[in-house]
């Protein structure tokens, strides 16, 4: 199950460094890429805006 970014996101780039697999894409929300993502949560940990959740 895969991670998502939700509307609540404020692009502020705190979860791209984070994920191993580069699985974040920018944008305004940034998506994520549900077949790269290996779920490790650790975009979520970092995000300000709580805008990150498990499908």
Same mark, same amino acid.
């Given at each position: 199950?895969?991670?998502? /970014?939700?509307?609540?996101?404020? !692009?502020? @780039?705190?979860? *791209?460094?984070?994920?191993?697999? %580069? #699985? /974040?894409?920018? @944008?305004?929300?940034? *998506? /994520? %890429?549900?077949?790269?993502? &290996?779920?490790? @949560? !650790? =975009?979520? !940990?970092? =995000?300000?805006?709580? #805008? &990150? %959740?498990?499908?």
């Amino acid at each position: 199950m895969a991670y998502k /970014i939700s509307d609540k996101c404020v !692009a502020c @780039g705190s979860c *791209l460094p984070e994920c191993p697999v %580069d #699985a /974040i894409s920018e @944008g305004t929300p940034y *998506l /994520i %890429d549900p077949e790269k993502c &290996i779920d490790c @949560g !650790a =975009c979520a !940990a970092v =995000c300000p805006a709580e #805008a &990150i %959740d498990s499908e």
